[in-house]
């Protein structure tokens, strides 16, 4: 492991087993009577949010307090970046406060990296999405969610996704969960299809390592996971389809749809969903949806990450193996 976490791009298929399989080991210990390690004990994480978050915010909270950690939750809102701080000012303060790691979501693409290189703190970054660049965490509890369901929890210890046709349906490119998703499934040997309007492909798309189409319709009977992602008005300065209803006529997900997927076949989200339009409720709603699986992952991924980087680099391969860190 490396001391941050700032791409998928950056981990090796080892990194990413490691990741997955450390993961395993901290759901256990979600089904505890007393969900709490000791490995973080004494150390500070900073949870830095310069965008308004809930999943990813609650999710890496309830990691740190799981492993111990004290934490420190700040938000650009009411801070003294809402009065024209810097990024370096706000870094330095930490840095000032002694904290051992900085979990942080900023709207510019490339901060996490910034701040990790630039030599204002001495602590260990966790990138926690960057404008419309990358979300590695979201990405490594995707990869674990489809080891889970596709190869079993057990059956999957050290196992990647290798043959697993993964098919991404939506905003590609505004989305950093697109990216990061299509870095680490490729890196973790599966086999990545695109699927959006072509104003909503990103200019370069063909040097991404996965295949592009237009027709959802025909790689649905071809998918062993299909993810579909929200629409991200919010990053939008123009109209990229037509209306909301013609978008889900061709792109959106529902039960006749649903049906002509493989049985064993998963529909993923990474969240929050907009129902009715990339997806119906009944899909939604559906055994085969993992959209809460994924939430209840999160915790698992983002506690075996922060354990990695600060509680040691040894895989946890067994319980008494965590207890004694």
Known sequence: MQRHLISAADLTRDDAVLILDTAEEMARVADRPI????????????????????????SFEAAEKRLSADVINFTAKGSSVSKGESLKDTAQ?????????????????GA??????????????????????????????????????????????????AGKRITIVGDILH?????????????????????????LVPVGVETWPCEVSYDLDSTLPKSDAVMMLRVQRERMNAAFFPTEREYSRRYGLDADRMARMPEHAIVMHPGPMVRGMEITAE??????????????????????VLYLLLGG?????????????
């Open 93 to 109: 303060t930490l840095e000032a406060m002694g904290v051992d790691a900085v979990v942080i979501r900023h709207g510019a693409s």
């Open 175 to 199: 989305g950093r969960v697109a990216r990061s998703n299509v870095d680490l499934l490729h890196t973790l040997g599966a086999e990545v299809t695109l699927v959006a309007p072509p104003t």
């Open 112 to 161: 996490p990296y910034r701040l990790a290189n630039s030599g204002w703190i001495d602590a260990a970054v966790i990138n926690a999405g960057d404008g419309t660049h990358q979300h590695p965490t979201q990405a490594l509890l995707d990869a674990f969610t489809m080891r889970r369901r596709l190869v079993g929890r057990d059956a999957g210890i050290g196992q990647d996704l």
């Open 283 to 304: 899909v939604a709603d559906s055994d085969r949806c993992t959209a809460i699986e994924q939430v209840a992952n999160g915790v698992s991924i983002r506690m075996a």
């Open 35 to 58: 969900k709490k390690l000791p490995t973080l004990r004494g150390r500070t994480v900073v949870n830095l949010f310069f965008e308004d978050s809930t999943r990813t915010r609650i």
């Open 313 to 325: 680099n040894e895989p946890a391969v067994s319980h008494t193996r965590i207890e004694e860190k």
